[in-house]
């Protein structure tokens, strides 16, 4: 079984809905992240959580929500969503702090089209 | 001028060739650095970190230029299977775990 599982892999929602993406984890990390990727720009980070109830914004939060209510579960939200939200989202975990070199896992993604 | 930087390519090699990428990064202050590999429409997976004397892992060689800002990944007599993109990730310090993405190499091994 993956140890990063994100639901649902593809979702189609219109203009103005309200959507949320989930993620589970099996690795035991307490650091959890939301990025989106889009082509010609990379993956850019919408928020991050380094423990349950910790939530920071990243790079592009605007427009998105997170939820932090367990160790294994991060959820992101998009409260309304718009068509230049359509994009490929990815949540990720990483190992404890202080080690020399942290390694990020990802899920498998998400594909959202918003028409 | 992008955090870090890449040449999209496509690079185009045939089977058994040897590839080069490189990598630069804009924030002299980096602590962290990895190549990542990406199979199409799948999530990034780490292939390598790199650290700042180099470091091989089989047919992967990774180099660190600190004074010129600038990362290498050379892959050895390439494989069908080495067609992905590969990210260059920089982390700016290793207490967020921040990480800034590259928008990635296109490499496509010809048989």
């Known amino acids: 079984d993956a140890d990063v599982t994100q639901t649902p892999r593809n979702r189609i929602t219109k203009t103005g809905k309200r959507i949320m993406l989930e993620c589970s984890q099996t690795?035991?990390?307490?650091?959890m992240y939301w990025y989106r990727q889009d082509p010609g720009l990379g993956l850019r980070l919408i928020y991050y959580?380094?423990?349950?109830?910790?939530?920071n914004k990243g790079e592009i939060s605007d427009g998105y929500s997170v939820s932090r209510q367990a160790q294994a579960k991060f959820s992101l939200s998009l409260e309304s969503a718009i068509p230049n939200q359509t994009a490929l989202y990815f949540c990720?975990?990483?190992?404890?702090?202080?080690?020399?070199?942290?390694?990020?896992?990802f899920g498998p993604g998400t594909r959202l089209l918003v028409l | 001028r992008k955090e870090v930087e890449q040449d999209p390519g496509p690079f185009n090699v045939p089977e058994g060739a040897t590839v080069a990428f490189n990598c630069t990064y804009s924030n002299s202050a980096s602590q962290s650095f990895f190549w990542y590999r990406q199979d199409c429409r799948k999530e990034p997976k780490l292939l390598m970190s790199?650290?700042?004397s180099g470091n091989e892992d089989g047919r992967f060689t990774a180099q660190l230029n600190r004074a010129s800002q600038y990362i290498s990944l050379l892959i050895r007599d390439s494989k069908l299977s080495d067609s992905a993109t590969y990210l260059c990730?920089?982390?700016?310090?290793?207490?967020?775990?921040?990480?800034?993405f590259g928008t990635g190499t296109l490499l496509a091994v010809q048989p």
């Open positions: 959580s380094f423990d349950v109830k910790d939530i």
């Open positions: 990730v920089v982390s700016p310090r290793s207490a967020t775990n921040k990480l800034i």
């Open positions: 990720a975990t990483s190992d404890l702090p202080g080690k020399r070199q942290e390694t990020q896992y």
């Open positions: 690795k035991g990390h307490d650091r």
């Open positions: 790199v650290y700042s």
